[in-house]
């Protein structure tokens, strides 16, 4: 009887307690569904006013929440986004769109960068006829020891720092016409002498001779001979005299080539051995114009003994690079135009607007043994947009304003690709020091060779 009381009332206590729940569970939902139709009812502008989030929320857990998002650039668009002030967080589309425009700028500067080397390669290889005669053979290649060509070596091998000084910069500022060289002629060419050829005999002794390039489209200014001598410690005389001589061809006087003087020279013995220059001009021009008269010339300083003090070729050991020398100067054709432009100079920031970059040049990376000086130069290069207010005061300009534009969506025509082009509005000229094809050294001017200033036409 007691187990079966204690039964009953264990039941009857269970069914209390989940009745107690049941009623619980049901107001819980009423409540909620009254909360609901509540909430339902309260107008617009009524929702906004109360917060979704405690201060305790955006002083704590929001900051973290940004900061994670900025610091992996991730667009992340969530209710968070919606609920707080846009005003205090970043547009990260724009961002992203931004980023993107600057890297693709950067790509376009690379290939406009290396566009301009290749253009500077070939347009070098074209004056020099690299491209139709090859690379000058410079397995023997000697440097000659006159002075004048020790200081210009020493000047053009310092060209890119003086062309680049802050002087220099200043006046290429305030000029503001441009002026291009249309020819890359050589102004300067040093020649060694040779033996005179197999093909031609002479009675004349210590002769010497120069291969004349015959070219009649430049005009030779000047032409010095610089011969050395060496010292001679058993000279008896107190003066040494030092002769230069041409040699006539056979004529109307004489059925032999004769010898005729063309420069003379007295020195003390003490003051004879070293270099020594003569002016020759007359005798080059002729050459140039009328090859067959170039029979050699005969070079002489004579110690009592009879012995030429004079370096000849062909030359060995110590007396190497002290043959005669021959140094001519001509004069270049030019060709004037003038442009007019905006002037910005950049390094590699993020200025989108047509500019001029830095870029340098290096001629032992192509390989170019044969270049003296100098090895490196500034070529700089343009890159950047143009809009219509940076185009320059010309009629091109005017036009090209006129034509429509392409967009992201819609691809380039014909039309729109003659559109303003950032591209070099002044530039100047490279002199460069460096062995011919035939074994001379020479030095060239070569036109628009570096971009002084850029802009939009």
Known sequence: MHRLFHSLLFFALLSAVYAVAINQTNDTYQALEQESKELTSIPEQEKLTEPLY?????TDILPELTLERESTADVVYDEFNDTTNSTEYYDYEEVKETKQIKCQMCRIRDEQKRHRVEAIKNRISHVLKLDVLGMPNTTAK?????PSFLRLREKYENAQMQSDSPSRRKEERLRYQDVQEEYGQPE???SFAKELPAEMTSEFENIIYFEMQVTPEKETNKALLWVYVNPDDIIDKNMTEIYIYTIDPPGKFSKVPTKREIGRRKRHYMKASGWHHFDILDEVQKWTYRPHLNLGLVVEALDEAGRNLVVLPPTFGVNDGYEPMLDM??????STRSKRSTELYCDQGEETACCRYPLEVDFVAFGWDF??????????YCAGECKGEQ???TLHA?????????????PATALSNVGPCCTPTKMSDLAMLFFDHNSNIALTRLPRMKV???GCA
Request: hydrophobic share 30%; charged share 25%; aromatic share 10%.
């Open 188 to 190: 300067r060419t040093y």
């Open 391 to 393: 185009l320059d005061d």
């Open 371 to 380: 270049v003296i000086a100098p090895l490196t130069y500034a070529a700089y």
């Open 329 to 334: 100067r001509t004069s270049l054709r030019k």
């Open 142 to 146: 000697r440097l000659p020891k006159v």
């Open 398 to 410: 005017h036009v090209i304003q006129q034509a429509p534009s392409p967009t992201l969506s819609q």
């Open 452 to 454: 002084d200033r850029c």
């Open 54 to 58: 405690t201060d305790d929320y955006y």
